[in-house]
C-alpha cells in the first residue's frame, strides 16, 4: 500500500476491523473523516494509520471526547502537523492521552510536556470507569460489535449508554439491530419502539420496526411503520423494497407495485433490483390473463 492509495469504506472496514457505525461515529466527531472526489468517497493510507490508532486506543479504554479534545489542542499547538494520528505517536499512561514527538511526550490538552518514562500503552484492556458519558459507552459498544464474539459485551455497553441516556437513539437502534440478528424480534422491536419514543420522525427507527413486525406476522402494523419510512425519507431504497413485500403478503397489490417500481428506479442495479423487476413483471402476466 502506498501514500497515494485510495481505499473505499468498506476497504476500511475490511482491513482494520471495524463497521460502518464506526467510522460514521469517528467523522461526526472530526477524529478521521473520508475524502471526497467526484462524489466518491475514500480514505488514503494515512487515514488509515490514524483509524488505527483510534481503534487501539478506544479499545483501551480512552473515550472518544478526550481523544477529539487531545486532538483538537494539539492541532492548536503544533500548526505544522496537519494530520496528528498519522504524523506522530499517540500513546497513553492509562489516565491521558499523550503525544510523542521525537524524545519529548507532550500532553496535548494542557500543554505540559510530561517525564518520557516507558508507558504501558493501554496493555491492560478497557477499565471500567464509573462515570463515563453517554458517548463513551457508545464508543465502547461500537468497538465490541465489529467483532461478534463479543456482542453480549455490545448489548451491555449500549445499555449502560442508554442509562446515562434514555434519549440515545443510536444506541437504542444499535442494540435492537443486534437483538433482530440474534432472532430475538420481541426484543428488537422493544428497542426500536424505545428510539421512536425518543425521536418519532426517524425514518431508520419505524424501518427497523416495521421489519420486525414483518418477521412476527404483523402485517398491518409493520405497512403503517414502513410508509412513515418512505415518508419521511423518500429516497430510502429499503423501505421501499421491505412495503412492497409486506403490501404482497396484504395482497394490497397495486401498491406493492408502486413501492416495486421507486425501488428499482432507486437502485437499478443492486442486488434485489433483478427480484423486484421479477414481481412487476408477474404482476404485468397476471394483469393480461384477467
Known amino acids: ?43 488514503d493510507f494515512r487515514d488509515l494509520i ?20 487531545a486532538l483538537s489542542a494539539l ?3 503544533l500548526s505544522q502537523v496537519k494530520i496528528p494520528l498519522s504524523q506522530l505517536r499517540i500513546l497513553s499512561d492509562g489516565k491521558h492521552v499523550l503525544v510523542e514527538q521525537g524524545t519529548a511526550r507532550l500532553e496535548p490538552v494542557s500543554g505540559q510536556f510530561v517525564l518520557n518514562f516507558e508507558t504501558r500503552e493501554l496493555a491492560e484492556g478497557i477499565r471500567f ?18 467483532d461478534s464474539k463479543t456482542k453480549s459485551q455490545a448489548i451491555e455497553a449500549y445499555d449502560r449508554c442508554v442509562a446515562v441516556d434514555p434519549q440515545n437513539v443510536n444506541a437504542l437502534l444499535n442494540c435492537g439491530t443486534l437483538y433482530y440478528e440474534d432472532g430475538n424480534f420481541e426484543k428488537a422491536a422493544d428497542y426500536f419502539q424505545r428510539a421512536l419514543a425518543a425521536q418519532q420522525e426517524n425514518p431508520l427507527a419505524h424501518f427497523n420496526l416495521g421489519s420486525v413486525l ?15 419510512a418512505v415518508l419521511l425519507d423518500p429516497d ?8 412492497a413485500f409486506v403490501c404482497e403478503k396484504l395482497r394490497a397489490f397495486s401498491e406493492a407495485r408502486e413501492h416495486w417500481r421507486v425501488y428499482i428506479h432507486l437502485d437499478p442495479v443492486g442486488p434485489w433490483s433483478t427480484y423486484a423487476r421479477q414481481r412487476l413483471a408477474a404482476f404485468q402476466v397476471a394483469k393480461s390473463a384477467n
Do not use: C
Open 75 to 77: 492541532n492548536e499547538k
Open 236 to 243: 430510502y431504497s429499503d423501505a421501499h423494497y421491505n412495503l
Open 214 to 228: 414483518e418477521e412476527i406476522g404483523k402485517l398491518e402494523e409493520a405497512r403503517r411503520h414502513l410508509r412513515q
Open 1 to 43: 500500500m502506498g501514500a497515494t492509495d485510495k481505499f473505499s469504506p468498506e476497504d476500511v472496514q475490511r482491513i482494520i476491523g471495524l463497521t460502518r457505525k464506526q467510522l460514521d461515529q469517528w467523522d461526526r466527531l472530526q477524529l478521521v473523516s473520508p475524502q471526497e472526489e467526484q462524489g466518491t468517497r475514500y480514505y
Open 129 to 146: 470507569i464509573a462515570n463515563r458519558s453517554a458517548e463513551d459507552w457508545l464508543a465502547v459498544a461500537l468497538s465490541h460489535e465489529a
Open 50 to 69: 490514524g483509524l488505527r490508532t483510534i481503534k487501539q486506543l478506544l479499545e483501551k479504554g480512552v473515550s472518544a471526547n478526550h481523544l477529539q479534545r
